[in-house]
C-alpha cells in the first residue's frame, strides 16, 4: 500500500496550492492532514474521499501554496508576535527563567502562522472546485503507483504459493520412506525387549499408530487454502484481509504436518514452507 501523488491547484490569489499524498501499510485508514489551509467542512469531505478511494493505509497528506516570483512575499503577522512575544515572557517569568530580547523575538517568529498569509487570503471559496480536482489527480496517482507496486507483488506471493506446493510434492516422495523407518524403528525396539509379540496385534497396533503420523488431511486441507488463496487475490477488489486469514490457516497445515513429520527430510521441507509463508504474511500487509 506503498504510494505517492502530487498535483497542484491554480488559486485565485494567484498561487498554488501543491497537494501531496504519501501512503504506507496499514490495517485502516489512517488519515492525516497535515495543513490548516483548508477549511473545515472541505476537510471532512477530503477526508471521505480519502478513505473511499484508497480504503487502506497510514495516509499523510502535505499542502503547501507556491506564490509566483515577485508576488505574495511573507509578512510578519505582528499583533500574533506580540502575542507570543509576551506570552513566552509570562510563562518565563513564572518559572523563574530570564528570557527577552532578540533571542526571543528570533525564536517566536519561527512559531506557527508567524509568517505568511492567513488562510483567508489565500484560499477562497471559489478555489474549492480546482482543489478538489487536484486531490483528485493526486489520489488517481496514488492508485497508479500502488497498481505498479501491486503488479509485482502479486507475482511474488504466488510465486511462494506455488513454492509451497512444490515443497509439499517433496514431502509426498518421503512418505513412504518415513512409514518404513517407523515400522522398523517399533521392530527394532521390541526385539530390544525381548518379548514375544502376538503378530496380528502388532499390524493391528502399527495401523493404529501410523494413522496418527498421516498426514494426508493436511495435505488435501493445504492445497485447497492454496487454491482460496489464488481464487482470492484474483477475485476479490481488496482482499489484503481475507489474505490474511488463508495464510494463517496455511500455517495450521504446514505446521501440524511438523509435528507428524517423524523423518528429518519432511522436517526441512516444512521449515521452508514456513519460510516462504512468513515471506508471503509480510507481503499481504502490502495488498489492500
Do not use: W
Amino acid at each position: 500500500m506503498t504510494g505517492y501523488g502530487k498535483a497542484a491547484a491554480e488559486l485565485v490569489s494567484g498561487g498554488s496550492l501543491i497537494v501531496e499524498i504519501r501512503t504506507l501499510n496499514g490495517k485502516s485508514a489512517d488519515i492525516n492532514i497535515k495543513s490548516n489551509l483548508l477549511p473545515k467542512d472541505e476537510e471532512l469531505l477530503i477526508r471521505q474521499k480519502l478513505a473511499a478511494k484508497l480504503q487502506r493505509g497510514t495516509i499523510d497528506v502535505f499542502l503547501t501554496v507556491e506564490q509566483p516570483a515577485g508576488k505574495g512575499a511573507q509578512t510578519i503577522d505582528k499583533d500574533l508576535v506580540r502575542a507570543y512575544y509576551n506570552q513566552v515572557g509570562e510563562v518565563a517569568g513564572e518559572l523563574g527563567v530570564t528570557v527577552g530580547g532578540a533571542g526571543l523575538l528570533e525564536t517566536v517568529l519561527r512559531f506557527p502562522d508567524v509568517l505568511g498569509q492567513k488562510r483567508s487570503e489565500l484560499i477562497s471559496e471559489e478555489d474549492i472546485p480546482a482543489i478538489e480536482k487536484a486531490f483528485d489527480e493526486a489520489i488517481a496517482a496514488v492508485d497508479d503507483y500502488r497498481s505498479r507496486e501491486g503488479a509485482v507483488l502479486y507475482k511474488d506471493v504466488l510465486s511462494r504459493v506455488d513454492n509451497i506446493l512444490s515443497l509439499y510434492d517433496e514431502v509426498e516422495s518421503y512418505e513412504k520412506e518415513r512409514i518404513e523407518a517407523v515400522r522398523a524403528k517399533l521392530t527394532r525396539s521390541l526385539e530390544e525387549l525381548s518379548q514375544k509379540v502376538d503378530p496380528q496385534r502388532f499390524e493391528q497396533e502399527m495401523v493404529f499408530y501410523l494413522e496418527k503420523l498421516d498426514i494426508n488431511e493436511e495435505k488435501v486441507r493445504l492445497r485447497q487454502h492454496c487454491k482460496y488463496f489464488r481464487d482470492t487475490i484474483d477475485g476479490e477488489p481488496y482482499p489484503g484481509k481475507k489474505l490474511g486469514f488463508i495464510i494463517q490457516e496455511m500455517g495450521r497445515e504446514i505446521n501440524t504436518t511438523g509435528s507428524k513429520a517423524n523423518h528429518a527430510g519432511i522436517q526441512k521441507c516444512v521449515v521452508r514452507m514456513k519460510d516462504e509463508l512468513e515471506k508471503m504474511r509480510e507481503q499481504s500487509m502490502n495488498i489492500l
